[in-house]
């Protein structure tokens, strides 16, 4: 062998291990940066350094990629034996969101989110990695149908991660909760007893309604709602109504307020003056019996007295002989007392006396002419008799009481028993 062949071999030979020592070395795990050297349309061959080119799919590339770009990604598998080298760029997207979701939960930080999906049990967005928000806290309401969620931009702080498992669980409720609290201190502290505002009716329960006023829920309890007798919260106010209230109690403590729908409008004795006239007939119901008589309600809020002597033409021993519980009637106004909130009504003066009772109610005529004789004829009056002193005329009624006051009636007895012999 020449010369000049042995040094072309030895160059070679070293031109071969320069080439050997400038292969890079990698791991699975590692993050590389590399060049795009071909594009198919499901991958893209990138050139790292190595002693072959990695694979990455196109879906995980920006749109308008192209050959010479320079790409980072992670090696998510390494098989030297089938020269097959994958690459990631998500993979590397990835590890950089849990670093950042474990600050953030770390900080309880809040930021926003759109939601990407919705599926059983709550919603989805994406935040470098797939996140779950529950049903349970997107809200702090319950929501039946969340198909409207879709595309929303909201509020959350992370709950719960487990990069082993990439669990990721968001809450928007936790934000809201904590918004919720903080303006319901300031809306209390600004508040105040006998303060009339403006409110919405947010919700219905049993014992009342809980009323917005200005972001924290008031309660109006079943017995503030109206004037009049409310049966079910329902029957006076619907959800999303409108209406003024005025606050009857502010607790920060408890975190509590009581707020009156009644005590925010004119109450009904105000205006009963101006209602009702005395001489006037009105319809009424009867809504309590007591022994001196009956409490009519006349108007929501309104109960006026028949005094028992003022119901019936006829002498009666209780209300409840001729009037129940829940009636309609007729009632005649015979007084208003509004600042002593009392109204003193007539049932009997609604109606028209008994032929009877007018006949008696009128008086004895005087200037009837005696008749001559004992026989009475048509006259069907009492019969008067004259007796010695001229300044007493009684009739045969009287007599009987007369006679038992002037006679000894030891003796009357005695020629009573002797007749009976």
Request: glycine residues 8%.
């Amino acid at each position: 062998m020449s010369e000049e062949t042995k040094n072309e071999a030895v160059n070679e030979e070293t031109a071969t291990q320069d080439q050997l020592e400038q292969v890079v070395t990698v791991k699975k795990g590692d993050t590389v940066t590399g060049t795009i050297v071909k594009l198919d349309a499901d991958q893209a061959y990138v050139s790292i350094g190595y002693k072959y080119d990695g694979v990455i799919a196109t879906s995980e590339l920006e749109e308008g990629a192209e050959v010479g770009q320079e790409v980072e990604a992670k090696v998510v598998s390494l098989n030297d034996n089938k020269e097959q080298m994958v690459l990631s760029k998500r993979a590397i997207a990835g590890a950089k969101a849990w670093d950042q979701l474990e600050e953030k939960l770390a900080s309880k930080e809040i930021f926003e989110v759109t939601i990407t999906d919705v599926v059983k049990g709550g919603i989805v967005t994406d935040v470098g990695l797939r996140a779950f928000i529950p049903a349970s806290m997107v809200e702090r309401h319950f929501v039946e149908d969340f198909s409207e969620y879709k595309g929303r931009t909201i509020r959350v702080r992370v709950k719960e991660l487990d990069r082993e498992n990439n669990k990721v669980i968001l809450s928007a409720k936790d934000v809201l909760e904590e918004e919720f609290e903080a303006n319901k201190v300031k809306v209390m502290a600004d508040l105040q007893e006998g303060q009339v505002i403006e409110g919405k009716v947010q919700r219905l329960t049993q014992f009342g309604a809980f009323v917005d006023v200005g972001g924290v829920d008031g309660l109006v309890h079943v017995s503030e709602m109206a004037w009049h007798h409310v049966d079910k919260p329902s029957d006076a106010v619907s959800e999303g109504d409108s209406v003024k209230v005025k606050v009857l109690k502010v607790d920060p403590e408890k975190g509590k307020i009581s707020l009156s729908i009644k005590a925010a409008t004119p109450g009904p004795w105000e205006t009963a003056s101006e209602k009702f006239n005395q001489g006037e007939i009105i319809t009424g119901e009867v809504k309590r019996l007591v022994p001196f008589g009956a409490f009519v309600e006349i108007a929501p809020g309104v109960e006026g007295l028949v005094h028992i002597s003022q119901i019936s033409h006829k002498h009666i021993g209780t209300p409840q002989e001729v009037l129940q519980e829940g009636q309609s009637v007729q009632v005649k106004v015979l007084d208003v007392n509004p600042s002593e909130k009392r109204i003193s009504l007539s049932i009997k003066e609604t109606e028209e006396a008994p032929a009877g009772e007018a006949r008696a109610e009128r008086p004895e005529r005087t200037d009837r002419p005696e008749r001559s004789g004992g026989g009475r004829g048509r006259d069907k009056g009492p019969r008067v008799e004259k007796i010695d002193n001229p300044n007493v005329s009684l009739s045969n009624q009287s007599m009987n009481v007369s006679l038992g006051e002037r006679f000894d009636l030891a003796a009357l007895k005695e020629k009573l028993g002797q007749s009976e012999e």
